[in-house]
């Protein structure tokens, strides 16, 4: 008997192959293929309910865990072949597909200890009661107590005045510890601490100064928490130019602010020895390195210009256009946009040949030096470039397994991928050049294995894409591996948000970006923010300057450039 030849299952129905005799081979591949379409249909409407919930602004699928464990599956590849090759460990994971990753357990060390417990001014002895006769004194039992004095005080200074011979009146002028305030230091130094370094707002701040007796409006307090601050604002740019000069890489991301009334957004350069904010209204790449070249402000248009506009494949005809400029210095910003709105050079064009500017000048005044580290967000990716590993699983993680192939494979390419970071974690504790082979094999072995789900595949050529970024740390032990200190540090803007609807002027929003630059910066060396704004009001020197603390930190700290003093 001649076999059938085998048609797709679309082309016969059930009733047509009960009147034919097929052989065993051709009914396990219409089988087979018959499971294979059912698995892609799943794929198909569990991809359309994700876009039904999110065009209706419903809640993603819950995640809904099984009453009971599961029972292990033995096998150890993305497509159920035990012959595939295991994690890059030597070990075989664990392919339970209910089961959670074992993700590693990467927390920000927190920086601030519990002062020390102070010791007592004075002692007052108290008496017992109710004590038998007969008994003997045994001495005393010390018992510590702590206490807060909170005092309102009022002074009149005595201006002198005097009337010259022309007529004019010469008056005294009140002590600069008062910044032109009619509050003194110390009260100036508690309103900033409670609303930049405690997120009290301001209605509630106003209501507390009014029940301890202190009479303030409400227009005076926002003038105590935004004018007469130059000098917190002359030392936050120090932050950035003595960090850029200090470091060799930079940790930076951006979260979402209001201004105005209006969505902006906030980016933070940081890394173990500084913090530095700023708020603005875009996030794209010409406002990063704007950010970085926020200390200089001349513009040379140099060769490195021109270089990074060739990289981005900019127009041969600007390009002739911008050649005769080479070598040319504009004193400022604004200078330099003239000079495009006469060239009129407009639009994307006109975008990418301000980076290319910043780019040069960067290079020029010797910030080409830096890596920039963040979540793998293209705007940062200037100079060197590195990526976040925690971020980067996330496609991974992201993929939504239709059935329990899938979902073991899953967990299969997950536990593969953080026992490549195990591995990268031991090399950066004693770097070798055969544990670098040993990672650059796993992940190279990882982004071409081959598996059951076409939303799987993607992730792991996203991977294959971002794989020198990644790996940049095998050249430079230094760098991190997790971006969760710039995270926990922009926290600060995300609670703000919560509590507030965002700053109404530009001064408001200065002095914010300001003071949560110094706060976190004195978090960094585990140093008093009350103390260090009490000092810098009442001017007693006795606080160091945070540009010297970063310089000093450079000599010791991973970040730290030392080889440039």
Same mark, same amino acid.
């Given at each position: ?17 009960? +009147? ?7 009914l ?6 018959q ?9 198909? $409407? ?18 809904i ?32 597909? #209910?089961?959670?990753?074992?993700k ?12 020390? #417990? ?31 004095? $909170? ?21 005294a ?22 609303? +930049? ?6 209605? @509630? ?12 409006s ?16 002359? @030392?936050k740019?120090e932050?950035?130019?003595?960090? $850029? ?32 904010? @700023?708020?603005?209204d ?32 900019y ?19 604004e200078?330099? @946009? ?21 780019y ?130 922009i926290?600060e803007?995300?609670?703000r ?30 140093l ?10 009442m ?24 080889s440039?003093?």
């Open positions: 008997m001649q076999p059938l030849t085998f048609h797709p299952p679309t082309c016969k129905s059930p009733a047509f192959l009960e +009147h034919q005799q097929l052989q065993p081979e051709d396990l591949r219409f089988i087979t293929q499971q294979e379409q059912i698995i892609q249909l799943k794929e198909q $409407i569990e991809l359309l309910e994700a876009e039904i919930r999110r065009l209706k602004k419903l809640p993603a699928k819950p995640d865990k099984p009453n009971t464990k599961p029972p292990d599956d033995d096998t150890g590849s993305p497509d159920g072949d035990p012959s595939a090759p295991e994690g890059n460990d030597g070990a075989s994971p664990d392919t339970s597909s #209910k089961q959670k990753v074992k590693p357990n990467e927390k920000t060390r927190k920086q601030r200890k519990q002062p020390r #417990k102070p010791s007592a001014e004075k002692s007052i002895p108290i008496a017992a009661t109710d004590v038998p006769e007969g008994s003997i004194r045994n001495g005393t039992t010390p018992f510590h107590v702590q206490e807060l004095t $909170i005092q309102t005080s009022s002074i009149e200074y005595l201006l002198e005045q005097w009337v010259t011979p022309d007529g004019q009146t010469i008056t002028k009140p002590p600069a510890s008062l910044h032109g305030h009619h509050y003194g230091p110390m009260l100036q130094a508690y309103v900033l601490h409670q609303y +930049h370094g405690c997120s009290v707002t301001q209605p @509630e701040l106003l209501d507390w100064l009014w029940d301890i007796g202190i009479s303030i409400s227009g005076e307090l926002s003038q105590l928490l935004t004018k007469g601050h130059e000098q917190f604002h002359a @030392e740019d932050l950035l130019t003595t960090g $850029i000069r200090c470091s060799s890489y930079i940790q930076t991301d951006d979260t979402g602010t209001r201004h105005k009334g209006k969505n902006g957004y906030c980016t933070i350069i940081n890394n173990e020895s500084f913090a530095w904010f @700023e708020s603005t875009s996030k794209s790449r010409e406002n990063f390195v704007s950010l970085l070249h926020r200390p200089w402000s001349t513009y040379t248009f140099t060769d490195d210009a021109l270089i990074y506009l060739e990289k981005l494949d127009p041969k005809k600007w390009l002739r256009v911008l050649n005769p400029y080479r070598g040319v210095t504009f004193l400022s910003h200078a330099w @946009e003239e000079c495009m709105k006469d060239l009129r050079l407009t639009g994307r064009r006109r975008q990418q040949a301000s980076e290319a500017m910043i040069g000048s960067l290079i020029q005044h010797g910030a080409g030096h830096l890596t920039t580290f963040s979540d793998g967000a293209r705007q940062f990716d200037v100079f060197k470039h590195s990526q976040c590993w925690i971020h980067a699983e996330r496609g991974l993680a992201k993929v939504h397994p239709v059935n329990d192939q899938q979902a073991m494979a899953q967990k299969w390419l997950r536990t593969w991928f953080w026992a490549i970071y195990d591995d990268l974690k031991d090399f950066k504790t004693e770097p070798t050049e055969k544990k670098a082979i040993k990672v650059r094999q796993g992940f190279q072995a990882l982004i071409q294995t081959q598996t059951c789900s076409g939303l799987l595949q993607d992730a792991l050529s996203g991977l294959a894409v971002i794989k020198e970024e990644l790996l940049l740390v095998l050249d430079d032990p230094s760098l991190p591996l997790h971006n969760n200190l710039s995270e926990s540090q926290r803007y995300v609670k948000r919560k509590i507030s609807s965002g700053t109404r002027s530009d001064l408001g929003r200065q002095c914010r970006d300001t003071f949560a630059s110094l706060k976190k910066t004195c978090r960094l060396y585990g008093s923010f009350w103390d260090y704004l009490k000092s810098r009001l001017g007693d020197g006795l606080f160091p300057r945070l540009s010297n603390l970063i310089e000093e930190a450079s000599r010791h700290l991973p970040c730290g450039a030392a440039s003093f």
